[in-house]
């Protein structure tokens, strides 16, 4: 059974850098077949979908956040990363990881991150 | 981008009754619109894909319809763990992937 688990820093400086990694058992990041994605929901809202990346390297992003967001991906770890440069309190939501297909069918139990001083 | 519309946003419901959800997309996403179900606390889980197709596990009460731009997510006959969020989500172009904004069904 796959499995996706999100880890890093729960609290998060303003202006400072958000990181947080997915580590995946059970199945293999190097798949010619799915993309590893990273979603996040502010306390209260809905779901966001902040970029995606496939083991080759190549990532989309939400334009709104394209300056801020790198995902990178280590096939050697079976994990892949998120960084978010500038945050705000608006960065503040439960941040999760995601297996995609086409949809997204497996998820980490996700991880809140609060920026805050 | 493709703008997901879910309506109404709170559902109210009685335990056996049927609900039924609607999402719109602001452009045709053929039936590539897949539906979420999110209980407080965890992470959502897949329903329905292909805007019809029961994901694996899926009780059958739960169904999903709809092409282009209107779909339902239909459940025939409310029980108490189905009292959660329901989001939609179009797979048909991408970047970006995009999520309605959610129904939340609750007990009336």
């Known amino acids: 059974q796959l499995q996706l688990q999100e880890s890093g820093p729960g609290l998060v400086k303003p202006s400072e850098t958000l990181s947080l990694n997915c580590t995946v058992s059970?199945?293999?990041?190097?798949?010619?077949?799915?993309?590893w994605g990273w979603i996040r929901q502010p306390p209260g809202k809905g779901l966001e979908w902040i970029g995606s990346?496939?083991?080759?390297?190549?990532?989309y992003y939400k334009p709104s956040l394209k300056s801020r967001v790198t995902l990178s991906v280590d096939p050697s770890k079976n994990q892949f990363s998120l960084k978010l440069t500038s945050v705000t309190a608006a960065d503040t939501a439960v941040y999760y990881c995601a297996r995609q297909g086409d949809v997204w069918g497996y998820w980490g139990q996700g991880t809140l991150v609060t920026v805050s001083s | 981008e493709i703008v997901m519309t879910q309506s109404p946003v709170t559902l109210s419901v009685s335990l056996g009754e049927r609900a039924t959800l609607s999402c719109r997309a602001s452009q045709s996403v053929s039936t590539n619109l897949a539906w979420y179900q999110q209980k407080p606390g965890q992470a959502p889980r897949l329903l329905i894909y292909?805007?019809?197709t029961r994901a694996t596990g899926i009780p059958a009460r739960f169904s999903g319809s709809g092409s282009g731009t209107e779909f339902t997510l239909t459940i025939s006959s409310l029980q108490s763990e189905d009292f959660a969020v329901y989001y939609c989500?179009?797979?048909?172009?991408?970047?970006?992937?995009?999520f309605g904004q959610g129904t939340k069904v609750e007990i009336k």
């Open positions: 990346i496939h083991y080759s390297g190549t990532t």
């Open positions: 292909s805007a019809s």
């Open positions: 059970g199945g293999s990041i190097s798949s010619r077949s799915y993309y």
């Open positions: 989500q179009q797979y048909n172009n991408w970047p970006p992937r995009t």
